[in-house]
């Protein structure tokens, strides 16, 4: 019998830090003014719907209900306000080439102008990300799916964005489904990220993701009654499964980084944690937004 050799399979905390490093260069597009600018000019009303439809886009003219079920941690009814009206102002193509021209021109800008997003590093970690998105499947990820369906870009900038962004879809799809599994709805799982202290600020959280004082209040409650929390802190249990929680979801995200191998990974996760750098000193973030930011 002829052995095989197949690649040691990375430790799911090499994942973690690898998605840490790299994901300011996604979700960054959330923050800045061109994401805005450009969904605006292509028919949609600033604030929420820019980015339900922004994000939504790639699966095509969805509902209310699919959004709210990819997304996760959003009031049903916030979602409901904005879609599907958004279709009806702008087609979701017109939404995906709006966002992609957003990211390029914002990552252009935080990394320094066009001389500096042309820097051999920003190709170099494209190239290593899209080949990570190489063995990516779609099954169970239909967030991640969607996106997987755009044509890669040529551009180098665009095609860095696009290939974290898929990383981290992927990756958020698994993490909605470990949630589930263990019996966290979306807003008590945003509750309990918060009571970490190192995610949104809490009045921040309530507010962008739609929640009524009475929904939120019930939520901590719960979390209260379950012996996760006491008043806004985690309990040692609500420690350990947020722990569980990271764990097992940088477990179901290791594929990526295992094709790459130790080697590449640590390149990928070096130049993330680079870039990521340069474009938050650059204020990529607000003020006044995340704990400790």
């Excluded at 300011?24 to 969904?39: C, D, G, K, Q, R």
């Excluded at 470990?178 to 995610?199: C, D, I, N, P, W």
Aim: glycine residues 10%; charged residues 20%; hydrophobic residues 45%.
């Amino acid at each position: 019998m002829v052995s095989v050799d197949q690649p040691a399979s990375p430790d799911p905390a090499l994942a973690g830090r690898a998605h840490r490093a790299v994901e300011p260069l996604h979700n960054h597009v959330y923050f800045v003014s061109e994401t805005e600018e450009h969904l605006t000019a292509a028919g949609l009303r600033p604030g929420r719907m820019v980015y339900f439809a922004g994000r939504a886009a790639p699966m095509g003219a969805v509902g209310p209900g699919v959004v709210t079920a990819t997304f996760s941690n959003f009031s049903p009814a916030v979602v409901a306000r904005h879609v599907p009206r958004a279709w009806t102002l702008a087609a979701p193509e017109q939404v995906v080439a709006a966002r992609a021209a957003a990211a390029r021109a914002s990552l252009t800008r935080l990394l320094g102008g066009e001389q500096a997003a042309a820097a051999p590093e920003v190709a170099e970690l494209g190239d290593l990300l899209a080949d990570a998105c190489s063995v990516l499947t779609a099954e169970g990820r239909p967030l991640y799916a969607g996106h997987a369906d755009l044509p890669w870009p040529e551009d180098p900038v665009t095609r860095l964005w696009h290939a974290a962004t898929l990383l981290r879809e992927w990756r958020g799809d698994a993490h909605v489904a470990v949630l589930v599994r263990h019996g966290l709805s979306g807003m008590e799982a945003l509750q309990t990220h918060v009571a970490t202290g190192r995610a949104f600020l809490e009045p921040v959280a309530q507010t962008l993701r739609g929640w009524t004082d009475d929904e939120w209040a019930a939520g901590w409650s719960r979390l209260a009654e379950r012996g996760l929390v006491t008043g806004r802190a985690l309990t040692e249990a609500g420690q350990r499964l947020r722990a569980e929680l990271e764990a097992e979801t940088d477990a179901l995200s290791t594929a990526p980084w295992q094709h790459l191998g130790p080697e590449r990974t640590a390149r990928a996760t070096a130049l993330g944690k680079q870039l990521s750098g340069t474009i938050v000193a650059a204020g990529a973030y607000p003020a006044g937004v995340f704990a400790g930011r």
